[in-house]
């Protein structure tokens, strides 16, 4: 009998694995901060092309869907403070993307609006997202980035206190 099989027969015949252990402290939040940013600034790369600054492309998008918002409104979907907005919006303005009008209701009411320059710029958004997506899923399945995407969703979930309970086969455990 070869050394190897002696070896194997002296330990029962089974092949021993090893456990996994879970990743370091730290790991997760350094690697998602780090895919984040890195997606972003491919975005932002693309955008600029289109001479949008990055974080516009969010407020393009929101009043693509509902044109006369407020910046309150607009901040508040976005998840920034009302300043910032503000200050968003102004610099917006004045590159002819969206423009400011008082409400027609509520005079005290300022809405923002898309300009045909804004409503044309929907086009170019959905182009560089669709290419620093691409980018961002070389070398991934369909079955893996379905995965990878419910995966983020439950961190998001639960990171959030929204996490839904969710069935165990939903998300393979094989890796």
């Known amino acids: 009998m070869a050394k190897k099989d002696k070896a194997d027969k002296d330990r029962g015949g089974k092949k021993k694995t090893k456990k996994k252990e879970p990743p370091a402290s730290g790991v997760l939040s350094a690697t998602i901060t780090q895919v984040a940013r890195a997606l972003r600034t491919r975005l932002s790369h693309g955008l600029a092309q289109s001479g949008l600054y ?47 009008r008082t409400d027609d209701r509520d005079g005290r009411l300022t809405k923002v609006y898309l300009t045909d320059e804004g409503r044309g710029s929907v086009v170019r958004i959905a182009e560089a997202t669709e290419s620093s997506e691409a980018q961002a899923i070389q070398g991934l399945s369909a079955k893996e980035l379905k995965t990878l995407v419910k995966l983020l969703s439950v961190v998001e979930g639960n990171l959030c206190g929204t996490a839904l309970p969710r069935p165990s086969d939903e998300i393979d455990e094989d890796d």
């Open 54 to 100: 990055p974080g516009q492309d969010g407020v393009v998008q929101l009043l693509a869907r509902e044109d006369g918002q407020t910046p309150g409104a607009l901040a508040q979907q976005l998840g920034v403070k009302a300043p910032t907005m503000t200050r968003t919006i102004g610099r917006m303005e004045a590159q002819g993307f969206v423009v400011r």
